[in-house]
């Protein structure tokens, strides 16, 4: 199937089309208040007491757009409105799900495994995700980063030889004007030993026009530049969010998509499957499906591991490797990423001699046995030696 997408409808907003192509225009004008909102969408009560929470509400025109008139229970509406939920006591409720602060060595930097590290360019999105992991950060008005602070930031990566990526981060780094993007890709780029970046956003998805011919223009100029972006519904796939997409790939950026498996929003094999389809025929691979974060206010948002592991053998079954994103897991309190796969294995033997017999069911309900070669048969390659030194530099 070739896939058609829709575009969206400016007279919503009484927008001329020279407007609604503008991103600035659109950051301008992003609803922000209880007021804002009621004039386009018939507000429930437990949105209206969502209005009471801590973490900012912030959504584009373009965005909102998608979730207009299609009801109360609209996944796109459950991701940008706050409710009542939000505001009461959850099973598992942290500020700092990922444990951040405890990896924070420098100003706007975390520094969690030997070879990446992130800079939080900026804390301000163009939606704000009712289930953010970084509500310590994200929305708190800090905006771009102080230039002392960022002195401190660069010289820290340029001490740090065995980070090979930086991950640009915030809040979302695309916010920023092409100025101040190029100014940090230039600096980070111009270390000996950062071999690539990365820029996490959600613009494609929620202000796609930001994605214009100048800025990548700009951003190619300091290859490899890895676009990770943020798709959550196949409704998010529209017309103007694809040729954001296609913009980077034909100017070679390789573009990765993370999902958060939501509650009442994507949380079934057939949504999952029509999300990752779509990205892959738009040249983005379906990369992590993440489990969500138990973030402050977000229970109402979150699903089950077991109910996860369940869409992920579903799709085993149906989808390509190509199509198949990674379930995966951030262990509360900043253990790292823990991935999640269904278990095929059903049984193991190991015999006197040392030879392993395992058992697997697939997806399909077949069973076979693999049977390895003892270790004594195993040869290692004989030129691992050249890379050690390589090696070797990616540990703290
Ligand atoms: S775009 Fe990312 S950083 Fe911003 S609110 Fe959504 S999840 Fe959080």
């Known amino acids: 199937m070739k896939f058609k997408f829709s575009a969206t409808n400016p007279s919503l907003f009484h927008a001329n ?9 659109q950051m301008r004008s992003s609803l922000k208040t209880q007021k804002d909102f009621a004039k386009y969408i018939h507000l429930t009560p ?6 009471a929470t801590d973490f900012s509400v912030r959504c584009t025109p ?11 229970q609209d996944p796109i509406r459950k991701i940008i409105l706050p409710t009542s939920h939000e505001t009461l006591p959850g099973l598992q409720e942290m500020l700092d799900p990922l444990g951040e602060k405890k990896n924070n060595p420098a100003p706007r930097v975390i520094h969690r495994y030997p070879d990446r590290a992130l800079l939080l360019v900026t804390d301000t999105c163009s939606v704000y995700c009712r289930y953010c992991t970084r ?12 230039s002392s602070q960022y002195d401190q930031a660069l010289s820290y990566f340029k001490s740090q030889k065995s980070i090979r990526e930086v991950i640009l981060s915030g809040g979302d780094p695309l916010t920023l004007g092409d100025e101040q993007l190029e100014r940090v890709l230039s600096d980070l780029t111009s270390i000996d030993h950062i071999e690539l970046i990365r820029i996490g956003t959600r613009m494609p998805v929620v202000c796609p026009m930001r994605i214009t011919d100048e800025l990548v223009l700009k951003l190619k100029k300091y290859h490899p530049v890895f676009i ?16 954001a997409l296609l913009k980077f790939v034909d100017h070679g950026f390789p573009v990765f998509n993370q999902m958060v498996l939501l509650s009442g929003v994507n949380n079934h094999p057939a949504i999952v499957q029509a999300l990752s389809r779509r990205l892959l025929s738009l040249r983005t691979k379906p990369y992590y499906m993440f489990q969500c974060d138990p973030s402050f206010g977000s229970d109402h948002l979150r699903t089950s591991v077991a109910d996860s592991l369940e869409i992920q053998r579903e799709l085993w079954g149906r989808l390509s490797g190509l199509a198949m994103p990674n379930l995966s897991l951030d262990i509360p309190s900043g253990g790292g ?5 269904p278990n095929f294995e059903t049984s193991r033997v190991v ?17 076979s046995e693999y049977v390895s070669p003892p270790s004594s048969q195993i040869a290692k390659p004989i030129d691992a030696e050249v890379y050690f030194e390589e090696w070797d530099q990616l540990k703290f």
């Not at 437990?46 to 209005?51: A, K, M, P, R, S």
């Not at 509500?135 to 102080?146: E, N, P, S, V």
């Not at 030879?355 to 997806?363: A, L, M, P, Q």
């Open 46 to 51: 437990e949105e209206e007491l969502g209005f």
């Open 62 to 72: 373009y965005y909102l757009s998608l979730a207009i008139d299609k009801g109360e």
């Open 337 to 341: 990423k823990a991935g999640l796969t």
């Open 351 to 367: 015999s006197a001699d040392g030879v392993e017999t395992r058992k697997f069911t697939g997806w399909d309900g077949v069973s």
């Open 228 to 243: 990770m972006t943020h798709f959550n519904h196949p409704r998010e796939v529209t017309l103007e969010s694809s040729q």
């Open 17 to 25: 089309p020279e407007d609604w192509q503008s991103w600035q225009w």
């Open 135 to 146: 509500k310590h950060f994200t929305a708190t008005d800090q905006a771009f980063i102080k």
